[in-house]
């Protein structure tokens, strides 16, 4: 009987250091690190899960956004990160968890073409950012990053303006894309520089 017992306790133990893990994990943040020759950053990184698909958003350290198109000249990046300090820059990635294509009329309800002209000229028009200035500014542009499927993941790039500095901002995004409603990602630090 007592063997029974013990092994009870070592069950409910072990489901229970499970669960401590489980939630433990949700509570750290997540970063994602942008590396250049001339500095590196890091971003806070916030998912969100629904319905098969993981959503990703993160903001791209500015610095590091016109570094990369401007490699040779860091004077200049420093004057044009002065000149554009309003500006913010959010990256978003859509994946299946299952890694299959989710632009395919399965998840969309349109063809495949009409889905890939909506990630490239439409889908701006479901995001809008809320300063903690409390202003709500809506998407100036999107970069839909074609992969022809070689990655498992669908990428954009999404610039706003208007954006004090110093304020934190919260990604707003309305999904009519795969109809999985509205979505908030709450960026609590801007990018760091390392």
């Known amino acids: 009987m007592n063997y029974k017992r013990g092994g009870v306790i070592i069950a409910v133990a ?15 943040p997540q970063y994602k690190v942008y590396e250049s020759p001339n500095g590196n950053w890091k971003s806070l990184t916030v998912r969100k899960y629904i ?60 063809s495949y073409e009409a889905s890939v002209k909506y990630m490239a000229f439409g889908i701006e028009k479901d995001f809008s950012v809320v300063t903690s200035s409390n202003d709500t500014i809506a998407c100036s542009g999107v970069n839909f990053e074609r992969n022809f499927k070689l990655a498992p993941f669908k990428r954009i790039l999404l610039y706003f303006n208007g954006i004090a500095p110093e304020d934190k901002i919260k990604l707003l995004y309305e999904d009519r894309l795969f109809g999985n409603g509205i979505m908030k990602f709450n960026f609590g630090t801007a990018p760091l520089k390392l």
Do not use: S
Request: proline letters at 3%; aromatic letters at 10%.
């Open 14 to 28: 072990i489901l229970v250091i499970i669960i401590f893990l489980f939630y433990k994990k949700r509570d750290v």
């Open 51 to 110: 319905n098969d698909i993981n959503y990703t958003a993160t903001e791209v350290p500015l610095q590091y956004y016109l570094l990369k198109n401007n490699t040779n000249a860091p004077e200049k990046v420093a004057l044009l990160a002065k000149e554009l300090e309003r500006e913010r820059i959010v990256e978003v990635e859509f994946q299946h968890t299952n890694g299959v294509d989710l632009l395919l009329d399965t998840y969309t309800n349109r």
